[in-house]
């Protein structure tokens, strides 16, 4: 079942075709003596899918509720195109809303949950019954308009409650963890398809998520918040390719850090030279970061001078399905990790733990980063 090709005679009706930019500027919020945001800004285009993405307590949830209305902001403006909206109500704020719950009324058929929006609005009974039926078509529940809520699995209850939220054809849709409460496989073709959806019905998307995969899949553009700030704003593969601090790094993926130091004439590592391509570092010291799939093993048959060698003791091996992550304990004791997928090399093929290995990181993949983080 998929949404991808059933949004077309939708779209010719969301918001007569146009979206909306968000500009936030110098957001403030704190809950007592706790800045859930300090002084945070950003802008997002219209059409854009942004995703808002951090840890728990990062202050993403707070920024998405400033901008439905459900919280208010302590200091700074939020505009929707050029109005101000920061004191306009959430039902007169054109957005339409998709919780983590669902928020889905129990009592009511899959047709009044849907109709919910539209007859706030003051919608002509013919208009809203129109509505609910292109809507349900859209999202491949046509037939589903009798049935009760309590009577739809989980990912029907996730379509009905997109359903309501685009109902209205809002310029800006706005979703508070929507695939939370789907399992991995579920959660995962609905990603690929709302993403679809978005480009077909062009409205500007801000999603808040902790899953980094996620917003990896779905994102035109990232923001990563930590402690009430945006740490990095941009796209999805800058994000993950060129983070600009550990915190960045750790948080987007599995992650080696080793201590460096910086010298006259460039990095070393237990007094070794470094051969780098970005360096995002403040200060006398910083760290690599090393990804486990971008490290390789190393052969006496390959040339690697582009590449940062590494020498250890093959600590553990752990076999997950399509790779083996592989642990390695460095000469000056750190531990580093690397991922070796099973399509071609076998888990058999692989070198015994205790022995001694080498492996390389390419430079073009040598990154430094500041050091924010305990690592």
């Known amino acids: 079942m998929s949404l991808i090709d059933n949004t077309t005679a939708f ?16 957001i403030t919020k704190t809950y007592g003596k706790v800045p859930a945001l300090n002084n945070v800004s950003l802008d997002i285009k219209s059409g854009e899918f942004m995703t808002l993405l951090g840890p728990s307590g990062s202050g993403k949830t707070t920024l998405l509720m400033a901008l439905a209305g459900f919280i208010r902001p302590d200091h700074g ?15 007169r704020r054109g957005i339409g809303m998709m919780f983590q719950s669902y928020a889905l009324f129990p009592h009511m058929s899959v047709f009044a949950n849907i109709a919910y929006p ?64 789907l399992d991995k496989n579920l959660r995962e073709l609905m990603q690929v398809e709302i993403r679809a959806m978005h ?18 899949t779905m ?32 948080f987007m993926g599995e992650s080696s850090f080793l201590r460096v130091t910086v010298t006259d004439s460039g990095y070393t590592y237990d007094g070794k030279p470094l051969k780098i391509a970005l360096n995002t570092s403040v200060g006398k010291t910083g760290l690599l970061v090393i990804r486990p799939e971008k490290l390789e093993l ?17 600590e553990r091996i752990l076999f997950q399905g399509d790779s083996c992550l592989i642990f390695i304990r460095l000469a000056d004791g750190n531990l580093i990790s690397m991922r070796r997928h ?13 022995s001694q290995i080498t492996v390389v990181l390419p430079e073009s993949e040598s990154i430094i980063v500041a050091n924010d983080k305990e690592v």
């Open 342 to 354: 099973n399509t071609h090399v076998g888990h058999a093929s692989l070198p015994q733990v205790g």
């Open 199 to 216: 480009e077909r019905l062009g409205m500007t998307t801000v999603l808040v998520t902790h899953d980094q995969r996620e917003a990896l």
């Open 77 to 91: 403006s939020i505009k929707f195109g050029e109005e101000e909206i920061v004191l306009t109500p959430p039902h």
């Open 118 to 181: 539209l007859k706030i609005l003051g919608r002509s009974k013919p208009e809203i019954k129109a509505a609910v039926a292109e809507v349900l078509e859209t999202v491949q529940l046509q037939g589903y308009e009798s049935r009760h809520i309590s009577e739809l699995s989980g990912g029907q209850r996730q379509r009905i409650a997109l359903a309501r939220a685009i109902v209205s054809r809002p310029k800006i849709l706005l979703m508070d963890e929507p695939l939370s409460a």
């Open 219 to 250: 994102s035109d553009r990232i923001a990563v918040l930590h402690r009430g700030k945006i740490s990095q704003n941009d796209t999805p593969d800058r994000i993950y390719n060129a983070p600009n601090s550990a915190f960045v790094a750790a």
């Open 298 to 314: 190393f052969s006496s048959h390959v040339e690697h001078q582009d590449s940062n060698h590494f020498y250890g003791i093959l």
């Open 11 to 26: 779209k010719t009706n969301v918001s007569d075709g146009k979206s909306l930019p968000i500009s936030i500027n110098n």
